[in-house]
């Protein structure tokens, strides 16, 4: 029993100390950090832009008929600030492994003796450490910039469903950068798929408008977009936080969904990930290139 | 006067390597003199060897007569142009191949590589076709032409890469290290290829870079050492050899050498000279000791090595070789 | 090198980079999708503002109120600008990757016939993927530009373009030493995604804004291809966008020529040309 207890610890040591590695390259690069943490507003700024071109105003009371608030602008900030994580997910965990291959250190990584899970969980945390730093700024600057309005009392429980998200993302980030140490260019595959969820989740516009743009395949485009965990946290965070919205998903079913998510999300991850590390150890293919 | 291919006076070339620096942290800069005047001549159909070890300066002699690195002193000329005053013409006059086997397109055949290179070397299509088929069925890559290079094994790329090389029919080649990474029928073949076919048979001038003792040995008219960016000699194998003098080589594999034990064989008078350089990585040791009569000494230099306690793993007598040469001018081995 | 010997290069060139694009079956398909969605989500996003394919306010700004075509444009007009503004700095980096950069300097032709090869083959793709989007929007959206103005239109592009390769000149040299590409190109296109009227006319934007967009090219082609493919205007109305892009296309093309031949310059004095 207390030799479990005690490999339990060196594995979340494993982990500490993979998350503070990851968080020291990290602060190497200043100008990564400054990148990241205001690059998102230069993607945001667009859709805001272009809203005030057709609306006329920071209100849209057609917005409003879908998405039961007519502030487009907070709405947008929201979406955008929680969108970072996915990013991270994707450019973050899904490329970290494959960095390691192109750098000559993951074979040292995968002889070690501790859990491969402990390192990964590692570089998870410290990517949730710093993509929560970008989503703070951006969420700040964006606020400044444009103005956004919000219930700050319910903040708590906003940040409650955003762990819950990122723990469910990270199911995912495992899976992919299992996918990609395999076929080793991700380049395309991950543009494709940052754009594919940019487009069917409801980061700028509300759910509904899909269904009304694109009548019976709309709505098949919609559960597809909810199985994303990006897209129960947007209902329920702006739920707590944007004053008369009204979601597609209830808090209640979001909240739900997103648990047994990341239940599902980091196991499959993991097995998967599992999986795809044997075939790669059956073709010899760890090594770079 | 004789008619050279390639001049280089006074060539100098360093690198500057700068680490840190960020905020209050001090910027270290450290120089690394890749170059330090060196000063060739190669004749025209001369088959001309560049021996050193890893980082001596090698490749970035061969760039720089490639016009891919700009010197910082001194001049190169190439077929009679100047490197840095008609990269050009230098190019049009050069075929150039690098070790390892990532200068090709993985993604095209065979053909389509040396299709598109004939294009950029400006050789017209009814010449290339030709060529091309000509270049494919010397190199035996006929069967294979039409198959992705990513399918090709290394031995099969650095062919390709010659081939490539020799599509506008230059009068220079500069081989950098051409059979590195490859398996010894490989580069036996290929070693033959290049002395007879491109150099005997063809007249092509050849500048081939080699960390192989034996391969400049047996092909080279000429050799020249480089070390830390210095040529330190230059002539043919057998007048380098001959700087050992008649002497014979007794060569003996260690398991280990202390320093006292190193110290002392440099007092044993027979000796002429000697060198030491590691035998592997288990630690052993390889001595070479150059003297005129090994027969005479042999028993008081196994009674001297036991008596020291060191094991002999293997005992032979040799010709002096290129590496003796290069031991003696630079007390430092040639590497794997 | 001859003219002929040179166009025969960026011939080569440009085949050759086709071939290998079209040898990765996987990415092409993301390409053609990707322009798919971009366009998808800006018209659902101006469906969900507007409840309707029409924007009153729009009309009152720009005398058209149909954001999809005016979006369209824009999105086409930048999609080649972008093409050519870093499809050679890619794809040089990408020979730098594979290793193939210093045998294709090797040779002895000219170093911009190189180039021209690569942004030529990085248009042709993205006029293949245009021509998707573009059929594919008017199918299900619907499109109201004017084809009988496409050649007015080409044309105008054509004035912009030298502005364009003059660019990418520079930015391929900077890439030849500043190997941090894909953060320098990920921060130019957000940049000019903010810039670019591409979604919305210059007037929404603040005026410290608007004024770097004015110093743009790629900004004058879109009002350009806008003028004449929507509002139906003739090349010769478009004087005051016309001179600027004339002006635009000998600076940057001096300039460009320029940065590309002392970045090289110094790339082969530090001897990392090979290098990614």
């Given at each position: 029993m207390s030799m479990d207890r005690k490999s339990l610890v060196l594995e979340l040591k494993a982990s500490l100390y993979t998350a503070k590695k990851e968080i020291l390259v990290n602060l190497r690069y200043p100008l990564w950090v400054v990148f990241w943490a205001i690059m998102p507003i230069f993607w945001l700024a667009p859709f805001i832009f272009q809203g005030h071109a057709l609306v006329g105003g920071r209100f849209s009371e057609s917005f409003g008929e879908l998405a039961g608030s007519t502030d487009f602008i907070t709405f947008a900030i929201i979406g955008s600030s929680l969108y970072a994580y996915v990013m991270s997910a994707l450019w973050g965990m899904g490329l970290s492994l494959r960095r390691e291959q192109w750098g000559g250190t993951l074979e040292m990584l995968l002889i070690s003796p501790c859990n491969k899970f402990s390192i990964l969980f590692g570089k998870a945390l410290s990517d949730s450490i710093l993509t929560s730093f970008y989503a703070i700024v951006q969420f700040v600057l964006a606020s400044l910039l444009f103005g956004a309005s919000i219930r700050v009392e319910n903040m708590f429980f906003a940040v409650l469903i955003v762990v819950l998200m990122v723990l469910a993302l990270y199911g995912i980030g495992f899976l992919l950068s299992g996918v990609i140490l395999m076929y080793k260019e991700p380049g395309a595959l991950l543009n494709f798929i940052d754009t594919l969820i940019y487009t069917i989740?409801?980061?700028?516009?509300?759910?509904r408008t899909l269904i009304l743009l694109l009548g019976g395949v709309g709505y098949y485009v919609t559960m597809v977009s909810i199985v994303f965990p990006l897209t129960p946290a947007l209902e329920a965070v702006r739920t707590l936080l944007l004053p008369s919205f009204n979601p597609y998903l209830s808090i209640a079913v979001a909240v739900s969904y997103l648990i047994a998510a990341t239940v599902v999300f980091l196991m499959v991850g993991m097995l998967l990930f599992n999986l795809v590390e044997k075939k790669i150890r059956r073709k010899g293919g760890i090594e770079a290139y | 006067m004789q008619d050279y291919s390639i001049i280089t006076k006074g060539l100098r070339k360093t690198y500057r390597k700068e680490e840190g620096g960020f905020l209050f942290k001090k910027r270290s800069r450290e120089t690394i003199v890749a170059l330090d005047n060196v000063d060739l001549s190669i004749g025209r159909g001369e088959l001309f060897g560049l021996l050193g070890p890893n980082g001596a300066g090698k490749t970035t002699l061969v760039k720089i007569l490639s016009t891919l690195i700009i010197p910082d002193a001194g001049t190169a000329l190439v077929n009679g142009y100047d490197v840095l005053k008609e990269p050009r013409r230098v190019r049009a006059s050069i075929g150039v191949v690098s070790s390892g086997e990532r200068s090709l397109y993985w993604k095209l055949t065979a053909r389509e590589n040396l299709e598109y290179f004939a294009r950029l070397y400006k050789v017209p299509d009814d010449v290339a076709g030709r060529r091309i088929r000509e270049l494919l069925s010397l190199m035996e890559l006929e069967d294979r032409a039409d198959e992705l290079v990513e399918k090709y094994s290394s031995g099969m790329r650095q062919k390709l890469a010659i081939a490539r090389a020799m599509l506008h029919d230059p009068e220079i080649l500069l081989l950098d290290e051409p059979t590195l990474g490859l398996d010894p029928g490989f580069s036996k073949s290929i070693r033959s290829f290049i002395k007879?076919?491109?150099?005997?048979?063809?007249?092509k001038t050849i500048l081939l870079t080699t960390h192989y003792m034996e391969e400049a040995d047996q092909m080279c008219d000429r050799v020249a050492f480089i070390n830390k960016g210095r040529i330190v000699a230059v002539d043919a194998p057998d007048r380098l050899k001959n700087m050992i003098g008649k002497n014979e080589v007794l060569k003996i594999v260690v398991s280990s050498l202390e320093d006292s034990v190193l110290s002392a064989i440099g007092s044993l008078s027979f000796l002429e000279d000697y060198g030491v350089a590691d035998a592997g990585e288990d630690g052993g040791k390889v001595v070479r000791m150059y003297m005129k009569d090994v027969d005479a000494h042999v028993q008081e230099i196994v009674g001297f090595f036991s008596k020291a306690g060191c094991r002999i793993l293997s005992l032979s007598v040799e010709k002096p070789t290129l590496e003796d040469v290069f031991i003696k001018l630079t007390g430092e081995a040639l590497g794997d | 090198m001859s003219l002929r010997d040179e166009l025969r290069v960026v011939a080569t060139v440009l085949k050759k980079e086709l071939v290998l694009y079209f040898r990765y079956p996987v990415w092409v398909l993301f390409d053609a999708l990707m322009p798919l969605l971009w366009v998808l989500s800006l018209v659902i996003y101006g469906r969900a503002l507007?409840?309707?394919?029409?924007?009153a306010n729009l009309a009152r700004l720009t005398?058209?109120?149909d954001y999809v075509s005016f979006t369209i444009v824009g999105m086409i007009v930048s999609s080649f600008a972008y093409s050519t503004l870093w499809g050679m700095s890619y794809a040089l980096r990408g020979e730098q990757w594979s290793g193939t950069l210093e045998s294709t300097f090797l040779?002895?032709?000219?170093?911009f016939s190189i180039l021209l090869g690569k942004a030529f083959s990085s248009m042709l793709t993205t006029a293949a993927w245009v021509a998707l989007q573009i059929t594919l929007v008017s199918i299900v959206f619907g499109l109201n530009i004017n084809v009988l103005n496409l050649p007015a239109a080409l044309l105008f592009f054509l004035i912009a373009l030298p502005s364009f390769l003059g660019i990418g000149f520079s930015l391929a040299g900077v890439v030849l030493d500043f190997k941090e590409h894909n953060a320098f190109v990920n921060f130019l296109s957000s940049l000019l995604g903010l810039l670019l009227p591409i979604s919305y006319p210059l007037s929404i934007l603040p005026s410290v804004l608007r004024f770097f967009s004015y110093l743009l090219p790629p900004t004058y082609a879109i009002e350009g291809m806008r003028s004449i493919l929507i509002m139906n205007s003739s090349l010769s109305e478009l004087t005051n966008l016309v001179i600027p892009l004339v002006f635009f296309d000998c600076f940057w093309i001096l300039v460009g020529v320029t940065v590309f031949v002392r970045e090289e310059r110094r790339v082969l004095k530090k001897g990392t040309l090979g290098y990614y």
């Amino acid at each position: 029993m207390s030799m479990d207890r005690k490999s339990l610890v060196l594995e979340l040591k494993a982990s500490l100390y993979t998350a503070k590695k990851e968080i020291l390259v990290n602060l190497r690069y200043p100008l990564w950090v400054v990148f990241w943490a205001i690059m998102p507003i230069f993607w945001l700024a667009p859709f805001i832009f272009q809203g005030h071109a057709l609306v006329g105003g920071r209100f849209s009371e057609s917005f409003g008929e879908l998405a039961g608030s007519t502030d487009f602008i907070t709405f947008a900030i929201i979406g955008s600030s929680l969108y970072a994580y996915v990013m991270s997910a994707l450019w973050g965990m899904g490329l970290s492994l494959r960095r390691e291959q192109w750098g000559g250190t993951l074979e040292m990584l995968l002889i070690s003796p501790c859990n491969k899970f402990s390192i990964l969980f590692g570089k998870a945390l410290s990517d949730s450490i710093l993509t929560s730093f970008y989503a703070i700024v951006q969420f700040v600057l964006a606020s400044l910039l444009f103005g956004a309005s919000i219930r700050v009392e319910n903040m708590f429980f906003a940040v409650l469903i955003v762990v819950l998200m990122v723990l469910a993302l990270y199911g995912i980030g495992f899976l992919l950068s299992g996918v990609i140490l395999m076929y080793k260019e991700p380049g395309a595959l991950l543009n494709f798929i940052d754009t594919l969820i940019y487009t069917i989740c409801p980061v700028n516009y509300p759910l509904r408008t899909l269904i009304l743009l694109l009548g019976g395949v709309g709505y098949y485009v919609t559960m597809v977009s909810i199985v994303f965990p990006l897209t129960p946290a947007l209902e329920a965070v702006r739920t707590l936080l944007l004053p008369s919205f009204n979601p597609y998903l209830s808090i209640a079913v979001a909240v739900s969904y997103l648990i047994a998510a990341t239940v599902v999300f980091l196991m499959v991850g993991m097995l998967l990930f599992n999986l795809v590390e044997k075939k790669i150890r059956r073709k010899g293919g760890i090594e770079a290139y | 006067m004789q008619d050279y291919s390639i001049i280089t006076k006074g060539l100098r070339k360093t690198y500057r390597k700068e680490e840190g620096g960020f905020l209050f942290k001090k910027r270290s800069r450290e120089t690394i003199v890749a170059l330090d005047n060196v000063d060739l001549s190669i004749g025209r159909g001369e088959l001309f060897g560049l021996l050193g070890p890893n980082g001596a300066g090698k490749t970035t002699l061969v760039k720089i007569l490639s016009t891919l690195i700009i010197p910082d002193a001194g001049t190169a000329l190439v077929n009679g142009y100047d490197v840095l005053k008609e990269p050009r013409r230098v190019r049009a006059s050069i075929g150039v191949v690098s070790s390892g086997e990532r200068s090709l397109y993985w993604k095209l055949t065979a053909r389509e590589n040396l299709e598109y290179f004939a294009r950029l070397y400006k050789v017209p299509d009814d010449v290339a076709g030709r060529r091309i088929r000509e270049l494919l069925s010397l190199m035996e890559l006929e069967d294979r032409a039409d198959e992705l290079v990513e399918k090709y094994s290394s031995g099969m790329r650095q062919k390709l890469a010659i081939a490539r090389a020799m599509l506008h029919d230059p009068e220079i080649l500069l081989l950098d290290e051409p059979t590195l990474g490859l398996d010894p029928g490989f580069s036996k073949s290929i070693r033959s290829f290049i002395k007879e076919e491109l150099n005997r048979k063809q007249g092509k001038t050849i500048l081939l870079t080699t960390h192989y003792m034996e391969e400049a040995d047996q092909m080279c008219d000429r050799v020249a050492f480089i070390n830390k960016g210095r040529i330190v000699a230059v002539d043919a194998p057998d007048r380098l050899k001959n700087m050992i003098g008649k002497n014979e080589v007794l060569k003996i594999v260690v398991s280990s050498l202390e320093d006292s034990v190193l110290s002392a064989i440099g007092s044993l008078s027979f000796l002429e000279d000697y060198g030491v350089a590691d035998a592997g990585e288990d630690g052993g040791k390889v001595v070479r000791m150059y003297m005129k009569d090994v027969d005479a000494h042999v028993q008081e230099i196994v009674g001297f090595f036991s008596k020291a306690g060191c094991r002999i793993l293997s005992l032979s007598v040799e010709k002096p070789t290129l590496e003796d040469v290069f031991i003696k001018l630079t007390g430092e081995a040639l590497g794997d | 090198m001859s003219l002929r010997d040179e166009l025969r290069v960026v011939a080569t060139v440009l085949k050759k980079e086709l071939v290998l694009y079209f040898r990765y079956p996987v990415w092409v398909l993301f390409d053609a999708l990707m322009p798919l969605l971009w366009v998808l989500s800006l018209v659902i996003y101006g469906r969900a503002l507007v409840g309707s394919p029409y924007s009153a306010n729009l009309a009152r700004l720009t005398n058209t109120g149909d954001y999809v075509s005016f979006t369209i444009v824009g999105m086409i007009v930048s999609s080649f600008a972008y093409s050519t503004l870093w499809g050679m700095s890619y794809a040089l980096r990408g020979e730098q990757w594979s290793g193939t950069l210093e045998s294709t300097f090797l040779a002895p032709c000219n170093r911009f016939s190189i180039l021209l090869g690569k942004a030529f083959s990085s248009m042709l793709t993205t006029a293949a993927w245009v021509a998707l989007q573009i059929t594919l929007v008017s199918i299900v959206f619907g499109l109201n530009i004017n084809v009988l103005n496409l050649p007015a239109a080409l044309l105008f592009f054509l004035i912009a373009l030298p502005s364009f390769l003059g660019i990418g000149f520079s930015l391929a040299g900077v890439v030849l030493d500043f190997k941090e590409h894909n953060a320098f190109v990920n921060f130019l296109s957000s940049l000019l995604g903010l810039l670019l009227p591409i979604s919305y006319p210059l007037s929404i934007l603040p005026s410290v804004l608007r004024f770097f967009s004015y110093l743009l090219p790629p900004t004058y082609a879109i009002e350009g291809m806008r003028s004449i493919l929507i509002m139906n205007s003739s090349l010769s109305e478009l004087t005051n966008l016309v001179i600027p892009l004339v002006f635009f296309d000998c600076f940057w093309i001096l300039v460009g020529v320029t940065v590309f031949v002392r970045e090289e310059r110094r790339v082969l004095k530090k001897g990392t040309l090979g290098y990614y």
